[in-house]
């Protein structure tokens, strides 16, 4: 197939650091290009895929500090997807709401993958679109707004052999968290379950301008550079370092995240992760076997005690078996499918015609999937 992906603008693709909805755009792109489909993805300048590279900006907007307009670069994204909307088959969509009232000018099949949460403002424009095709990243997720187009629900995947096992955690152990340094992430409740199971805690996560006063009221006064040490954003190595050494990964969320791709990311080391009992994470964490979801702080703390009875190489398999790149494009690719015939078929013969002559593939020859 001819595929468009677009991703956010925010942030490069695949991510120097933190940046989860960027690294899944890269992992699935290169995997579809792996796969003979003919990709074109839309990002950064600074991108580096297999794909052709279409970009309106030279580098991630969250890098450009005199940046006056971001939403400029996402206007003149949109209009180059416009222009070449005719040269796709599907055209997949990671940015989130604000593409919506447009898509109803594209003839070419569209599908948006929903990698944030809900708000009572972006409710108002799901509900107005709600007949767009949308991909959940959990179940939980759709939970939250059970009125939308569902086609499937495709959980994340990762490069498993970017994060090598780790047999056997650091000696002395300390505990890792990951994340932004936001109230929704909850690292101070990760600093508050460390320091009642008397372990280290190794922390790591950009601290983004909104969550400033947070970090230096909530976190910061804690940093003693021991007990509780920040070694701020990471690269790819320093954080597979970083989980693959833990005796565990903390991940007390406040909110309800709809995926959260640290827990593969730590499990797939062999670090069992203990989390809170919020969103996506009970279709994550397996219960007792690759570590532990949690309701209060209290159970995190006692589940710091049980994390031994925990198998390093079972957490490493759940991940290989569940959470690929090769699982989730398998999905991806039936997501695909499903759209493009579905939008055939409510198309008129001309209509069908006039695509396939001007060099769409026809249904009968899309690449098959399991």
Known sequence: MRIAQVSPLWERVPPPGYGGIELVVSQLTDELVRRGHEVTLFATGDSQTL?????????????????????????????????????FDIIHFHTGFGVLPYTQFLKTPSVHTLHNGFTPENRRVFHKYRDR?????????????PTLNYVRTVHNGIDTSQYPFQPTPQTPPYLAFLGRMSPEKGPDKAIEVAKTAGLP??????????????????????????????????????????????????????????FGLVTIE???????????????????????????????????VEAVAQVSQI???????????????AAMVDKYEAAYEKVFKTCQNQQSPWERESRNGHGAIASSQLIPVA
Request: hydrophobic share 40%; glycine share 6%; charged share 20%.
């Open 201 to 258: 805690l190794l922390m790591a996560g950009k601290v983004d301008v909104v969550d400033q006063e947070f970090f230096e009221n909530q976190v910061k006064p804690h940093i003693d550079g021991q007990n509780i040490q920040y070694l701020g954003e990471l690269t790819h190595q320093e954080k597979v370092e970083l989980l693959g050494n833990a005796t565990a990964t903390l991940f007390p969320i406040q909110w309800n995240e709809p």
């Open 133 to 145: 095709h949308y991909i959940s990243i959990s179940d939980a997720q759709r939970q939250l707004n």
């Open 51 to 87: 794909a052709r590279l279409e970009s309106v900006t030279p580098t991630a907007l969250r890098l450009q500090t005199d940046l006056k307009e971001p939403a400029a670069y996402e206007a003149l994204q949109l209009s180059q997807i416009l222009e070449q909307a005719h040269r």
């Open 266 to 300: 730590s499990m797939c080391t062999g670090t069992p992760v203990i989390a809170s009992n919020r969103g996506a994470v009970p279709e994550i964490v397996a219960r007792g076997k690759t570590g532990f979801v949690c309701d209060r702080i209290s159970a995190m």
């Open 311 to 325: 198998e390093r190489q079972h957490c490493h398999e759940f991940v290989l078996r569940y959470f690929s790149v």
